[in-house]
């Protein structure tokens, strides 16, 4: 399928051969129109027209409903396809459509060129009914009308049109639905050949109804080059003596909170007036999650107020994350900061030293045995770790019991022995 929902098509490789894939069976909606389109609908009923039998239409529409035709191939002035009717073999139905001629074509080119809006919507594949209405004004009869589709089919049945070839027809309206480009070929020209020549008609369009831009005065070299006294800069701005106060943001619906956007404008004032000061940006290392959570964390620890939890909200969804996932990386990061939130966050293979040392040291200070794996020591328990990070210090989780969900508690501490015995305190 195409990224519209139309049927997939395999251009061939002078543009003017279009192959269009099988469209399934309909399985929903099977009374609903063919075409959505109201070019779409005009092809529908140019083919409405040109039958008398309301029964072969009616089981040409079943045929295409049903899935019952095979992949469309589009040339200039026919539409070929394979429909299977109710013998093994199918029948090759066709439809023909007269071909513009040249004189036509840059007729109606030029008319398209001169209004920019034509171009753009095809683009967008759409069909205005206003470059309809510019193709007949210069002549032009851009979609068909009764008569001018010439059925033909392999099959004995002597209908105008038959069934298979009404079938065809039905599914000519998809494609036209989502392409209104597959109708231009037919009258005889491709996509790519149709863009460039309207591109080329419409810079030349506007360049003649652009004014004449006066010459630019001359200046000589010697003139340009030579040397020349410039005033110098005026001095900077002072910088004040404190960020500044970040507006107010009413309430509105659907807009983000107020209260965190109040939140993130003043630290980012803040963060501005470091700059200004210092000459530095002292948080130009971190990432996106990495600053989200600096920014939560730097709210009261006491409890989550309104404001906090607007914060929280709207930092979780920026940075697609959960609130608790949130909740977590803050503690983390009072606990050690950056560092903090990595020993949270990723687990590593510490080398041979201080983390070998760690159990034996424990033990020594008579606490139960610790499980290693990678960077973290675990007790039997399963309720408190200790966790090694890349700055040597040993940072303490702890979990409820049979729960692998492990939270950062206490000040990190280069003592394993200190650092659970201020976890366990």
């Known amino acids: ?15 003017l051969r279009r192959t269009f894939e099988a469209v399934p069976a309909r399985t929903s909606d099977a009374d609903g129109p063919f075409a959505e389109s109201w070019w779409g609908r005009a092809w529908v009923e140019a083919l409405e027209s040109l039958s008398m039998d309301e029964a072969r239409l009616a089981r040409g529409r079943e045929y295409a409903d049903g899935g019952h035709v095979a992949a469309i191939t ?13 013998r093994p073999r199918p029948y090759r139905a066709e439809l023909r459509l007269r071909s513009f001629p040249a004189s036509d074509w840059d007729t109606l080119l030029d008319a398209v060129a001169a209004r920019p809006g034509h171009l753009s919507a ?25 008569g001018d589709l010439d059925p033909d089919c392999s099959c004995p049945d002597r209908g105008w049109p038959c069934k298979h070839v009404a079938a065809l027809c039905f599914q000519t309206a998809r494609l036209l639905d989502s392409d209104p480009f597959v109708l231009l070929l037919m009258r005889g020209r491709g996509e790519r050949e149709l863009l460039d020549e ?19 005065p001359s200046v000589a070299a010697s003139e340009a080059l030579a040397d020349r006294f410039l005033p ?6 002072p910088v004040p003596q404190y960020p500044g106060e970040p507006p107010s943001y009413p309430e509105l619906p659907g807009a983000r909170d107020p209260l965190g956007l109040d939140h993130l404008a003043t630290d980012a004032a803040a963060r501005a007036h470091t700059m200004l000061t210092t000459g530095e940006d002292p948080l130009a290392g971190l990432g996106t999650w990495q600053d989200a ?35 977590r990386a803050v503690a983390a990061w009072r606990q ?4 903090g939130l990595e020993v949270l966050e990723t687990a590593w293979d510490p080398p041979a030293g201080p983390f070998d040392r760690a159990r034996p040291a424990l033990a020594s200070a008579d606490f139960p045995r610790f499980q290693p794996r990678r960077n973290r020591l675990t007790d ?20 409820d019991p049979g729960e692998d969900d492990w939270w950062p508690r206490a000040d990190p501490d280069p003592d394993p022995v200190a650092a659970l015995t201020a976890l366990r305190g």
């Open 198 to 216: 309207l591109g080329r008609r419409n810079a030349e369009h506007s360049a003649r109804e652009r004014p004449e831009t006066p010459a630019m």
């Open 293 to 327: 959570v600096r920014i939560a964390a730097s709210r009261p620890t006491a409890g989550l107020t309104a404001t906090t939890r607007a914060l929280y909200r709207e930092l979780a969804f920026a940075t697609g994350r959960s609130t608790t996932d949130l909740a």
């Open 1 to 15: 399928m195409s990224p519209n929902g139309g049927p997939a098509a395999r251009p061939g490789p002078d543009d």
């Open 232 to 237: 110098p800069l005026p001095a900077p701005l």
């Open 122 to 146: 095809l683009l967008d594949k759409e069909m205005p009914h206003s470059l309809v209405d510019t193709a007949g004004e210069a002549g032009i009869r851009l979609l068909p009308a009764a």
């Open 74 to 86: 589009v040339t200039p002035g026919r539409v070929i396809a394979y429909v299977h009717g109710s």
């Open 336 to 339: 050690g900061g950056a560092e």
């Open 380 to 399: 039997a328990t399963g309720t408190l770790q200790l966790r090694f990070g890349h700055d040597n210090r040993w940072y303490g989780y702890e979990s």
